[in-house]
């Protein structure tokens, strides 16, 4: 069977795709600080590691007979995929998918690429910017996934654009970017090298509809 290591596991998206791949035949390691947060739902499927991704030590202890890490991390980037990928190439995993944001190019347009510059500068995005850096130079086969602005609706419905192209629409749902995550864990040769903008579609503006 398949071995997935989940990295902050707790987090939002993360949480959707454990519960996507439950039905799958996959075995997945639940990596997250304070473990005390999550239930096992299926323990022959599932397991449970704490750990921080600032530490090389819990995530080379963590990375053992793993076919592919998801990162799905916040916090001190950077040096977490730094870790990531020493984490990696010590334990000799090689594929990588990795969350990471809009904007990191300078890739969306307009009136709401400048939006986004207002919210999002003045540490985070240099940060996943600077991360996104480290897993392109790492040499693993990774995927980075950018989304849109995310919402909680349930629905999947999303369309992607490469990192040569300009970002589409404004806004995507967390369940839409579980799907992604899900779809490239199950068939992890699709999207390597890539780096792949994630929105709804028809959703152009100057800012996320919801956003007041
Ligand atoms: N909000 C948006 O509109 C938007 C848009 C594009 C991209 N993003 C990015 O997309 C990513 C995933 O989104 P999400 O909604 O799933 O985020 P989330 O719920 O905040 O999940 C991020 C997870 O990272 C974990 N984490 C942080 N530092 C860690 C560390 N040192 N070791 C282990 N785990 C650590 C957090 O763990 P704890 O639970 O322990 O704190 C949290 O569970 C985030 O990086 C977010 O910034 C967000």
Known sequence: MKKVIILGAHGKIAQIVTRQLLTEDIKQTLFLRNSARLRLEDPEKESIVEGTATSLFDLEQAMTDVDIVYANLAGKIVEEAQNVVAAMKAKNVKRLIWISTLGI???????????????????????????????????????????????????????????????????????????LVTKIILDPKEYIGTSLGVNKPNTDGDKPAWYR
């Open 105 to 179: 190019y300078d890739e969306v347009p307009g009136k709401y690429g400048e939006w986004n510059h207002e919210q999002l500068d003045g540490g985070y995005l240099e940060s996943y910017a600077e991360a996104a850096k480290v897993i392109e130079a790492s040499g693993l086969d990774y995927t980075i996934i950018r989304p849109a602005w995310l919402d909680d609706k349930d629905e999947i419905d999303y369309e992607l654009t490469n990192k040569d192209e300009t970002f589409k629409g404004t806004e995507v749902s967390r369940t839409s970017v579980a799907d």
